[in-house]
């Protein structure tokens, strides 16, 4: 009876954590929108950190990084295919790859 409770409960907690990264997702593209000019690739280094072409800006650098960490959680918890992408129309568009 404990293991079902216990197990109902992490369910529970990760369809949370599910959906708060969905939110920041979806959060970070409102973001993300008005300062993206051009499609953005992005690649996962070994370092965990990530390499952008073209080269962001400022601004767009911590909001990837942002995103970046949110798809990877994303891609952790299985909702999320490699790579990830945001569309904001059809010649605009942000992506990240993984490395595994």
């Not at 970070?28 to 072409?53: F, H, K, M």
Request: proline share 5%; with cysteine.
């Amino acid at each position: 009876m404990v293991n079902a409770m216990q197990q109902a409960q992490l369910a529970q907690q990760r369809e949370a954590h599910r959906a708060a990264v969905m939110s920041g997702i979806s959060n970070l593209a409102v973001q993300l929108r008005p300062v993206i000019t051009a499609s953005i690739v992005c690649t996962q280094q070994a370092s965990n950190e990530i390499d952008c072409i073209p080269a962001p800006k400022h601004q767009e650098r911590l909001l990837l990084e942002q995103f970046f960490n949110l798809a990877l959680e994303a891609r952790r918890l299985g909702v999320a295919e490699n790579p990830v992408r945001m569309d904001f129309g059809p010649e605009l568009r942000v992506s990240v790859s993984f490395l595994y």
